[in-house]
């Protein structure tokens, strides 16, 4: 009876083992699967010539160009409460090297651009652009920067044809 028993257990123990590592075999053979599509962050979206722009599809991207640390975090921060969508942010490696302020761009009468200089308390320097950024508005601050002004405009009319990327925001 006991030869019975360790007969029994041992098979059991072998077939445990075979459809182990078959199991194992077959997932370290195995495909990774379909890729799964990343979800859309964003909906383009066009804002029409003389229809209000707001700040929350404007992207803006700040580098700092002082001496002051964390001054370009500071910036894009007191940007976002006012409604503006947050890009890069680190030390500039921009030729512009503003006293206060400066708006890397190519269009000054940029509506977008329009919208993002009201924000700040001083005269605006504009440069062309020597940072490349994937998207939004470059800000530059510099050593004697001071903020935004309280109450600024957070929506302006433009007067051309816009795209914008519209965020999207999971709700599941």
Not at 66 to 94: E, K, P, V, Y
Not at 100 to 120: E, G, S
Request: include cysteine; charge should be negative.
């Amino acid at each position: 009876m006991r030869a019975g028993i360790r007969v029994l257990t041992l098979t059991l123990a072998v077939a445990v083992f075979v459809v182990g590592a078959l199991t194992g075999l077959r997932l370290l053979t195995a495909g990774t699967g379909d890729a799964v599509e990343a979800a859309a962050t964003c909906t383009e979206s066009v804002v029409t010539a003389g229809s209000p722009l707001a700040s929350n599809v404007v992207t803006v991207n700040v580098f700092n160009a002082s001496t002051r640390s964390g001054l370009a975090n500071r910036a894009l921060i007191d940007l976002q409460a006012n409604g503006f969508l947050g890009g890069q942010i680190g030390n500039s490696a921009s030729a512009t090297k503003p006293n206060r302020v400066a708006i890397l761009t190519a269009d000054p009468d940029d509506p977008r651009v329009q919208l993002v200089a009201a924000q700040f308390r001083d005269k605006v320097e504009y440069a062309p652009a020597d940072i490349s950024v994937e998207d939004g508005i470059v800000v530059v601050v510099g050593d004697n920067y001071r903020g935004l002004k309280d109450g600024a405009i957070t929506t302006i009319d433009t007067d051309r044809d816009i795209n914008v990327c519209v965020p999207v925001v999971p709700l599941a």
